[in-house]
């Protein structure tokens, strides 16, 4: 057989000599060799028919059973054999001359590779770059040999502080060839890694086998065995020789990983034994959720990542008028609020509407983190059995809030009093995002929080802080500081009192009310007292009156459009969208009015107007902070000029909103002028064209409603966080008549 080479580049290097051509060896062997970036690859093997496959099926060019006639002249040399074997090939290496040559394993116990070449090179320069390829198959032997086994997978390298940077550099470039995704990682902290995610499940399978194997009844439960043991006990199939050698290659992770699991199993023994229903649902919900979660955020960076060269684009064509009744997501403030205060109440609260996007799930998540015991979502369904105000316990680890400000910030002032410390970190987007506002305060209150560079996450947040109350007055409205201050005035001697300049959403004092406490509204300041308690109560959530917002731009500019939006939320401090609108000619009625859980609902009547140019009255400016977006789209479909003051916060949300807009909007023949504090826009026609919504997921919704009123198509560029914070964005969309879908699948 004969492999084509598919040349990427010149031949990085001269000869390649890959000892041990089993299936890791052999794939990294074929990959390069098959990609043109090797002169020569030597493959080394004791097995005589091993040495004639490689050949023939184009593993190497030629192979050796003798080690020094191999490595002579190599410039790199891939160790593959057993990690037991690998401390008596290190010796014989050490008596050649190697020259230059790199050296590099595929072990997955490192600290033994690095231990026998210390040893076996004592006294002598040796270019040592210990990897792991994270990859493998059921099959083994050269003949298993695949130059794509590594293609997008990890490959974990572990240099020391003393390792040559050009070797270095040149093991990552040619795993990189392959497709592999290269990490770098210390030598201990991967072989604990390892131990846990890899070592510990191979021993549990085999231990799982091997003891239902020699029971009297073995024949019946291997017959009744359902697909989850089939599942869960495959790796038990796997080559009994080489796990050998790992459990002893790297023992002592593996006893340390065994003996918290064991830990971990006593417990829930005790449970069990106990009739302990609470302890096996906490243990099963967060077991539930982890790996879904871990998945979503490890996805979510790479896919993330992968946005930067691929893109998501939504193509939004020019449409007609819009129709029906929809009912859009969740609250996503309230639902926040609800997992929060649910988790710190005594009993158990039951919510519904839940918003089941990213951000709230990453509350949800902190507070499982944090020993809550939490049922759902189901369809909006969550059922939370709080634990009290001093109930919390310490996280395993750093709390991940996602994209979610709002979790970073409300939690930061519960966290302040625990008696536990606590790291808040987020996304890049997260990471970029002001903290300082509630950091100052908290600190001034007795917390001791340190920020990273400019102010900006992780928060690191030390615990057993005596807090004291204070009275507030807030530099510029905003709810997420003052709900801060609030839930930290839970804990704190005597009374917390905030003032604001102008009013913001009030769903904190709302809730807490709810939920039996005291909370005192004199004007512009909210107070709260630490000493009482709160008690479980059930919530309903309305529809999110941000992601209304979307609709009502959209059914206001689509000529001869009537929509109807159910369940929305009307808080008072929420709707400065609908007075902003309405002050622009809008044609907005509220239908079905009620309360729900102490927050207003109605249903929303919302038909096409003719819109004129205002000057926004920045009362209003808090109350439609997160809606400016679509406003703006508004604004360049009305009659006349509309001018913005007073809204300098939409330069630090997801991204700079002022002039994300002011450059979409000039892009799309729309007069715009970006201001410190707000913009200037003139009506009239829009066009087509290119838009970036830079990550953004109002911006990109925002001009999705804007081609409703192009005169051509608008490509929008970097749409993937719509489908976290707005899951069902298009299809809502696309059950109204706008024409905005994924381009190539519209």
Same mark, same amino acid.
């Given at each position: 057989?004969?492999?084509?080479?598919?040349?990427?580049?010149?031949?990085?290097?001269?000869?390649?000599?890959?000892?041990?051509?089993?299936?890791?060896?052999?794939?990294?062997?074929?990959?390069?060799?098959?990609?043109?970036?090797?002169?020569?690859?030597?493959?080394?093997?004791?097995?005589?028919?091993?040495?004639?496959?490689?050949?023939?099926?184009? $593993?190497?060019?030629?192979?050796?059973?003798?080690?020094?006639?191999?490595?002579?002249?190599?410039?790199?040399?891939?160790?593959?054999?057993?990690?037991?074997?690998?401390?008596?090939?290190?010796?014989?290496?050490?008596?050649?001359?190697?020259?230059?040559?790199?050296?590099?394993? @595929?072990?997955?116990?490192?600290?033994? @590779?690095? !231990?026998?070449?210390?040893?076996?090179?004592?006294?002598?320069?040796?270019?040592?770059?210990?990897?792991?390829?994270?990859?493998?198959?059921?099959?083994?032997?050269?003949?298993?040999?695949?130059?794509?086994?590594?293609?997008?997978?990890?490959?974990?390298?572990?240099?020391?502080?003393?390792?040559?940077?050009?070797?270095?550099?040149?093991?990552?470039?040619?795993?990189?060839?392959?497709?592999?995704?290269?990490?770098?990682?210390?030598?201990?902290?991967?072989?604990?890694?390892?131990?846990?995610?890899?070592?510990?499940?191979?021993?549990?399978?085999?231990?799982?086998?091997?003891?239902?194997?020699?029971?009297?009844?073995?024949?019946?439960?291997?017959?009744?065995?359902?697909?989850?043991?089939?599942?869960?006990?495959?790796?038990?199939?796997?080559?009994? $020789?080489?796990?050998?050698?790992?459990?002893?290659?790297?023992?002592?992770?593996?006893?340390?990983?065994?003996?918290?699991?064991?830990?971990?199993?006593?417990?829930?023994?005790?449970?069990?034994?106990?009739?302990? %229903?609470?302890?096996?649902?906490?243990?099963? #919900?967060?077991?539930?959720?982890?790996?879904?979660?871990?998945?979503?955020?490890?996805?979510?960076?790479?896919?993330?990542?992968?946005?930067?060269?691929?893109? *998501?684009?939504?193509?939004?064509?020019?449409?007609?008028?819009?129709?029906?009744?929809? !009912?859009?997501?969740?609250?996503?403030?309230?639902?926040? !609020?609800?997992?929060?205060? %649910?988790?710190?109440?005594?009993?158990?609260?039951?919510?519904?509407?839940?918003?089941?996007?990213?951000?709230?799930?990453?509350?949800?998540?902190?507070?499982?983190?944090?020993?809550?015991?939490?049922?759902?979502?189901?369809?909006?369904?969550? #059922?939370?059995?709080?634990?009290?105000?001093?109930?919390?316990?310490?996280?395993?680890?750093?709390?991940?809030?996602?994209?979610?400000?709002?979790?970073?910030?409300?939690?930061?002032?519960?966290?302040?009093?625990?008696?536990?410390?606590?790291?808040?970190? %987020?996304?890049?987007?997260?990471?970029?995002?002001?903290?300082?506002? @509630?950091?100052?305060?908290?600190?001034?209150?007795?917390?001791?929080?340190?920020?990273?560079?400019?102010?900006?996450?992780?928060?690191?947040?030390?615990?057993?802080?005596?807090?004291?109350?204070?009275?507030?007055?807030?530099?510029?409205?905003?709810?997420?500081?003052?709900?801060?201050?609030?839930?930290?005035?839970?804990?704190?001697?005597?009374?917390?009192?905030?003032?604001?300049?102008?009013? #913001?959403?009030?769903?904190?004092?709302?809730?807490?009310?709810?939920?039996?406490?005291?909370?005192?509204?004199?004007?512009?300041?909210?107070?709260?007292?630490?000493?009482?308690?709160?008690?479980?109560?059930?919530?309903?959530?309305?529809?999110?009156?941000?992601? +209304? +917002?979307?609709?009502?731009?959209?059914?206001?500019?689509?000529?001869?459009?009537? *929509?109807?939006?159910?369940?929305?939320?009307?808080?008072?401090?929420? #709707?400065?969208?609908?007075?902003?609108?309405?002050?622009?000619?809008?044609?907005?009625?509220?239908?079905?009015?009620?309360?729900?859980?102490?927050?207003? @609902?109605?249903?929303?009547?919302?038909?096409?107007?003719?819109?004129?140019?205002?000057?926004?009255?920045?009362?209003?400016?808090?109350? =439609?902070?997160?809606?400016?977006? $679509?406003?703006?789209?508004?604004?360049?479909?009305?009659?006349?000029?509309?001018?913005?003051?007073?809204?300098?916060?939409?330069?630090?949300?997801?991204?700079?909103?002022?002039?994300?807009?002011?450059?979409?909007?000039?892009?799309?023949?729309?007069?715009?002028?970006?201001?410190?504090?707000?913009?200037?826009?003139?009506?009239?026609?829009?066009?087509?064209?290119?838009?970036?919504?830079?990550?953004?997921?109002?911006?990109?919704?925002?001009?999705?409603? =804007?081609?409703? !009123?192009?005169?051509?198509?608008?490509?929008?560029h970097d749409c993937a966080n719509v489908a976290t914070s707005f899951p069902n964005f298009l299809a809502l969309a696309a059950e109204v008549g706008i024409q905005v879908a994924e381009e190539g699948k519209a």
């Amino acid at each position: 057989m004969t492999v084509t080479a598919v040349q990427s580049s010149a031949p990085k290097i001269g000869r390649l000599v890959v000892v041990g051509l089993g299936l890791i060896g052999g794939s990294f062997a074929k990959g390069l060799r098959a990609r043109g970036l090797c002169r020569e690859v030597v493959g080394v093997d004791l097995d005589a028919e091993s040495r004639r496959l490689a050949v023939q099926l184009g $593993v190497a060019d030629r192979c050796e059973s003798d080690l020094a006639a191999a490595c002579q002249g190599a410039e790199v040399i891939q160790l593959a054999v057993p990690i037991l074997a690998m401390e008596k090939l290190l010796a014989e290496l050490a008596k050649l001359d190697l020259g230059d040559a790199v050296l590099t394993d @595929v072990g997955s116990a490192k600290g033994n @590779v690095v !231990r026998a070449a210390r040893l076996a090179f004592a006294g002598k320069t040796v270019r040592l770059v210990p990897g792991h390829p994270i990859a493998g198959s059921e099959q083994s032997g050269v003949e298993a040999a695949n130059a794509g086994l590594f293609r997008r997978h990890k490959v974990i390298l572990t240099p020391s502080e003393h390792s040559d940077a050009a070797a270095m550099a040149l093991v990552e470039s040619l795993w990189r060839e392959l497709g592999a995704d290269v990490e770098t990682m210390e030598v201990e902290h991967h072989d604990q890694v390892l131990a846990a995610t890899s070592h510990l499940p191979h021993l549990l399978a085999f231990t799982l086998v091997d003891s239902l194997a020699k029971r009297s009844e073995n024949l019946e439960i291997f017959r009744y065995a359902a697909g989850g043991f089939r599942d869960f006990t495959r790796i038990a199939g796997s080559d009994p $020789v080489m796990w050998h050698d790992i459990f002893l290659a790297n023992r002592e992770a593996v006893l340390r990983t065994l003996d918290t699991f064991r830990d971990d199993l006593d417990a829930l023994r005790d449970a069990v034994d106990a009739g302990d %229903g609470h302890q096996l649902l906490g243990v099963f #919900t967060r077991a539930r959720v982890a790996r879904e979660h871990f998945s979503k955020i490890l996805a979510r960076r790479a896919y993330v990542d992968a946005m930067h060269s691929t893109d *998501l684009i939504f193509l939004a064509k020019p449409g007609s008028s819009l129709s029906g009744r929809i !009912r859009v997501p969740g609250d996503k403030s309230i639902s926040h !609020r609800s997992i929060m205060l %649910g988790s710190l109440a005594e009993g158990t609260t039951e919510v519904e509407g839940f918003l089941e996007g990213e951000d709230a799930l990453a509350t949800l998540q902190a507070f499982r983190d944090m020993g809550v015991v939490i049922e759902g979502p189901h369809h909006g369904r969550v #059922t939370i059995h709080g634990v009290g105000l001093k109930g919390l316990k310490a996280p395993a680890g750093p709390l991940y809030m996602g994209n979610s400000g709002t979790s970073m910030r409300l939690l930061s002032g519960l966290l302040a009093a625990q008696p536990f410390d606590t790291v808040l970190t %987020g996304d890049a987007s997260l990471s970029k995002r002001p903290m300082n506002r @509630v950091a100052k305060p908290l600190r001034e209150m007795g917390a001791v929080i340190e920020t990273g560079p400019e102010g900006r996450p992780p928060l690191t947040i030390k615990g057993g802080q005596r807090l004291t109350g204070m009275d507030y007055e807030m530099p510029m409205a905003s709810a997420q500081v003052k709900s801060c201050l609030l839930l930290a005035g839970l804990y704190a001697a005597g009374r917390t009192s905030v003032t604001e300049p102008a009013p #913001t959403r009030d769903h904190t004092e709302r809730m807490l009310r709810g939920f039996g406490y005291p909370v005192s509204v004199e004007g512009s300041t909210a107070s709260v007292e630490s000493g009482h308690k709160l008690t479980a109560t059930r919530i309903e959530v309305p529809a999110d009156i941000s992601s +209304a +917002a979307f609709f009502l731009v959209a059914a206001s500019i689509a000529e001869g459009s009537e *929509l109807v939006l159910e369940h929305v939320g009307i808080n008072p401090t929420r #709707t400065g969208v609908i007075d902003i609108l309405k002050l622009m000619g809008g044609d907005i009625t509220l239908e079905n009015q009620r309360e729900v859980g102490g927050e207003p @609902v109605a249903d929303i009547r919302v038909r096409s107007a003719k819109l004129k140019g205002i000057d926004i009255p920045e009362d209003l400016v808090p109350l =439609a902070i997160d809606e400016f977006p $679509v406003l703006f789209v508004a604004a360049a479909c009305a009659e006349g000029r509309t001018v913005l003051r007073g809204a300098e916060e939409l330069r630090v949300k997801e991204s700079d909103r002022i002039q994300v807009m002011a450059d979409g909007l000039i892009a799309l023949g729309v007069k715009a002028e970006p201001t410190p504090d707000g913009i200037i826009i003139e009506g009239g026609s829009i066009g087509g064209g290119e838009v970036w919504a830079h990550g953004d997921h109002r911006i990109a919704m925002s001009f999705s409603v =804007a081609s409703l !009123r192009a005169s051509a198509p608008i490509r929008i560029h970097d749409c993937a966080n719509v489908a976290t914070s707005f899951p069902n964005f298009l299809a809502l969309a696309a059950e109204v008549g706008i024409q905005v879908a994924e381009e190539g699948k519209a």
